[in-house]
């Protein structure tokens, strides 16, 4: 059981399989083609080779014989010169030249085309990746070339075509800097970037209604300039009213109209966010709600299109419960103190990993307070990644380092005991090759509007709700990183997210069977609550996820996609 509910497995009937929109492909394919290059045919580096016979001829030359003084050419006899000695260098082959465009529809991926012009004669073709593989082809003549390569890591290589006219013993060279689409991630210790109670990052006051904060996050607290994308743990608090948070990269961009998480009067709400940052190195996050708040933001890493740690995607495994002893003792996390669990080596997660996500629960608090999530070794930092109140059972999703020995800690910062359940969904590691590739949030599932294709009405209680992710155009997704709400609820449940053993059936056949049930949960709800949280989920095998109601009442579902992680 997951957090803490007494729930009697049942049988559950999956309702109508529901594809995903077409957005994800485009989202894919517009996030990804935004880099490139083109260096046009003008720009081609044309070099004589030398010829098998130019040594012999040269040693085989006669002495000439004295020449008597002559005076200076003429204008026009040097020109007829020049003219005569560029047309020796350009040979039998004077158009040979190269035109070189790549773009990406992909993270990691590189679609090249070479535009050669030629006269007709047999050409040798090389095609340099700049990571040290090459490719190489033959043509004649003018010719069109199409080829395509993915790299191991983010970054920026150097691309160089290379055409050879061995007959006519001339080259010509072009190419440009290819920067992949998608960025590796680096973990960072948490650290605050805006608290609006006492002034950090922003002015000490509340952000009003229907209004926003800037938060500057390039060149801040150790984050690089060249940063595209943050992971921040953000939290609303001080509320006096219902409304809903939502982070975007701000300047030169539209407002979303999707949102990272909602709030209802009295209440600290923290989420985990992932979001592109602006051109300008700031995030920005807006009240939707029409009462003041308290905004606050801590950095737990950010990612660049350099190369660092890819990410993993597992299915969601239990690594802590303190009800039952795993992981570390058994008994509620005392108030004011931390324990140490390993992560690296274990369950399938290899040693070397430097982060990774988490779905970190609470359950059965005495007090109100807030937990915390941070590397093995260091001091506790002055950040938290979410927030409680006495009985209540809340989840939040944790991007959290990894000591070099694989250990993580958990914090308890209340004044009272409370049990601590840690599911890991996934981990950041040298070795693993999935970058991720931000594109604008759009909404793919609200039970509660049919204009999200969805017919089947609430979200059934103990039943499950399957769709299809991964279209054909958008290959080596190895997780998509949602934003999941429950809301209209009527009674206690958790929400559990899992790739799907079965694929989806064909039009006309019946559904595919559920799988097992999770233990694990990604978010909880009480009677009446609006719960967000991130979801960093596999699609597995067949490209499917299963969402399950995991309570015995009702409820509604509305999914966000925030962006991919991509391998290719």
């Known amino acids: 059981m997951a957090a803490g509910l007494g729930i009697i497995p049942g049988i559950a009937q999956?309702?109508?399989?529901?594809?995903?929109?077409?957005?994800?492909?485009?989202?894919?394919?517009?996030?990804?083609?935004?880099?490139?290059?083109?260096?046009?045919a003008d720009r081609t580096i044309r070099t004589t080779l030398p010829t098998a016979t130019d040594g012999k001829a040269k040693a085989n030359a006669p002495t000439a014989a004295p020449q008597k003084?002559?005076?200076?050419?003429?204008?026009?006899?040097?020109?007829a010169a020049a003219t005569e000695q560029a047309a020796l260098d350009a040979g039998a082959n004077p158009t040979l030249a190269v035109d070189?465009?790549?773009?990406?529809?992909?993270?990691?991926?590189?679609?090249?085309?070479?535009?050669?012009?030629?006269?007709?004669?047999?050409?040798?073709?090389?095609?340099?990746?700049?990571?040290?593989?090459?490719?190489t082809f033959t043509a004649q003549g003018n010719y069109e070339l199409h080829a395509s390569h993915i790299y191991d890591k983010s970054g920026q290589y150097q691309v160089q075509v290379k055409v050879t006219d061995t007959a006519n013993a001339v080259q010509a060279t072009n190419g440009g800097a290819f920067l992949t689409p998608g960025a590796d991630f680096t973990p960072h210790t948490p650290t605050r970037l805006l608290d609006t109670r006492n002034g950090t990052g922003a002015a000490v006051g509340k952000v009003p209604g229907q209004g926003s904060a800037r938060v500057k996050v390039a060149g801040n607290a150790s984050v690089p300039a060249?940063?595209?994308?943050?992971?921040?743990?953000?939290?609303?608090?001080?509320?006096?009213?219902?409304?809903?948070?939502?982070?975007?990269?701000?300047a030169g961009y539209d407002r979303p109209n999707t949102s990272n998480l909602n709030y209802t009067a009295g209440r600290s709400v923290p989420n985990m966010v992932i979001v592109p940052v602006g051109e300008d190195g700031y995030v920005e996050l807006f009240n939707g709600g029409w009462q003041p708040v308290d905004l606050i933001a801590d950095v737990t890493g950010y990612f660049t299109r350099a190369s660092a740690s890819g990410y993993t995607s597992m299915t969601p495994a239990r690594f802590v419960d303190t009800r039952e002893g795993v992981g570390t003792t058994r008994g509620k996390l005392a108030a004011r103190s931390a324990f140490t669990t390993r992560i690296g080596g274990l369950q399938g997660v290899p040693q070397n990993v430097t982060?990774?996500?988490?779905?970190?629960?609470?359950?059965?608090?005495?007090?109100?307070g807030h937990m915390t999530a941070f590397s093995g070794t260091g001091p506790v930092p002055t950040a938290s990644n979410l927030n409680f109140v006495p009985g209540q059972t809340v989840a939040n999703a944790v991007i959290v380092p990894v000591a070099a020995d694989g250990t993580i800690k958990i914090f308890n910062g209340a004044w009272s005991p409370t049990h601590v359940v840690v599911d890991v969904v996934g981990y950041y590691s040298p070795d693993s090759k999935a970058a991720f590739l931000p594109f604008t949030p759009f909404r793919t599932l609200d039970t509660r509007e049919e204009a999200y294709g969805w017919p089947g009405g609430r979200f059934r209680a103990r039943?499950?709700?399957?769709?299809?992710?991964?279209?054909?155009?958008?290959?080596?997704?190895e997780a998509y990183v949602l934003n999941a709400t429950v809301t209209e609820t009527r009674g206690t449940g958790f929400l559990s997210v899992a790739p799907s053993p079965y694929a989806l059936p064909a039009e006309g056949e019946p559904a595919a069977p559920?799988?097992?049930?999770?233990?694990?949960?990604?978010?909880?709800?009480?009677?009446?609550?609006?719960v967000p949280n991130l979801v960093q989920a596999s699609d597995g095998d067949h490209g499917v996820i299963t969402f399950w109601n995991q309570g015995h009442e009702d409820a509604d579902l509305v999914l966000d996609v925030f962006g991919v992680y991509q391998t290719k």
């Open 355 to 368: 982060a990774v996500a988490l779905n970190v629960t609470v359950t059965e608090p005495e007090g109100p």
């Open 14 to 40: 999956a309702a109508d399989p529901v594809p995903v929109a077409a957005g994800v492909a485009e989202a894919i394919a517009e996030a990804s083609t935004s880099e490139g290059f083109h260096s046009p």
């Open 226 to 250: 060249g940063v595209t994308a943050v992971a921040l743990n953000v939290t609303v608090t001080e509320t006096i009213d219902s409304g809903h948070v939502t982070v975007w990269p701000g």
């Open 514 to 530: 559920a799988g097992p049930r999770p233990v694990s949960s990604t978010l909880n709800w009480t009677t009446g609550d609006t």
């Open 69 to 79: 003084a002559q005076t200076a050419p003429t204008a026009q006899a040097a020109e």
């Open 463 to 477: 039943e499950f709700i399957t769709k299809g992710f991964t279209p054909e155009a958008a290959t080596g997704v």
């Open 100 to 135: 070189v465009s790549g773009t990406s529809y992909t993270a990691h991926g590189i679609e090249l085309t070479a535009l050669i012009t030629s006269a007709d004669f047999a050409l040798d073709i090389v095609v340099d990746w700049g990571d040290g593989k090459t490719d």
